[in-house]
């Protein structure tokens, strides 16, 4: 069966830092990953998006790599800001298809 | 002006009721989508229609019944409430398949 998996279930950082959020898939058919930003009492918000032709697409202060030979994600966040404090889900598709698969969500702390 | 949006934000009710909730978009997207967020904030699809017409139906009870009357809105009919159905509920939508989903900000249903 398909997963989407994170390594840490919480992420601590200092403000200021780089945060780098890690998630694994299963799924080799999987083309097109995202990932997701959620604040307490909110709905998850779109941060970035990449397809498997690419292994890199930067946003503003985001970072996404795709490395599909481990079938490996991950968000990488510059200078991280108390207002980065959330739960990230990474989340795949595949083969076109309107069905999105989240992961578990890793929950990132900012500390002052 | 809210893109996708939901009613309402909370509901607390009885094992065995049937309650609805609503969703608008105003983005204009031809998908929506429910999803289900459990207590460990795992985030599932539970349906998605396409132009109103049902194209993802997971592994739902039947006690769970979407309809589209447009392509603006999707609501979501729940019938004989059980205690498991407590989490949050949100509607997403996407202009077609592997595009953006954008998500409400979430229905917090409460059976007791």
């Known amino acids: 069966g398909e997963s989407v998996g994170l390594h840490l279930p919480t992420l601590s950082v200092q403000e200021g830092d780089n945060s780098i959020i890690n998630c694994d898939y299963s799924?080799?058919?999987?083309?097109?990953f995202i990932w997701y930003k959620q604040e307490s009492g909110k709905g998850p918000q779109f941060i970035i998006d990449?397809?498997?032709?690419?292994d890199k697409r930067q946003g503003q202060r985001v970072t996404v790599l795709l490395n599909k030979t481990v079938k490996h994600l991950s968000l990488q966040i510059a200078a991280t800001q108390p207002g980065d404090s959330a739960v990230y889900f990474c989340a795949e598709n595949k083969g076109g298809g309107n069905k999105l698969t989240f992961g578990t969500g890793t929950q990132l702390k900012v500390e002052l | 002006d809210t893109a996708v949006s939901q009613t309402p934000k909370y509901l607390v009710t009885q094992m065995g009721n049937d309650k609805s909730i609503k969703c608008e978009q105003n983005?204009?997207?031809?998908?929506m989508y429910w999803y289900k967020q459990d207590s460990k904030k795992f985030l599932k699809i539970m349906f998605s229609?396409?132009?109103?017409?049902?194209?993802i139906n997971e592994t739902v009870p039947n006690r769970f019944s979407p309809k589209s009357p447009d392509k603006a809105h999707l609501n979501l009919h729940i019938n004989s409430l059980e205690l498991g159905d407590s989490a949050v509920y949100f509607c997403?939508?996407?202009?077609?398949?592997?595009?953006?989903?954008?998500f409400g900000p979430g229905t917090r249903l409460l059976v007791l």
């Open positions: 983005l204009g997207h031809d998908t």
């Open positions: 990449i397809r498997s032709n690419m």
């Open positions: 799924n080799s058919a999987s083309d097109y």
């Open positions: 997403a939508s996407s202009q077609g398949p592997q595009e953006t989903q954008y």
């Open positions: 229609y396409n132009n109103k017409e049902l194209i």
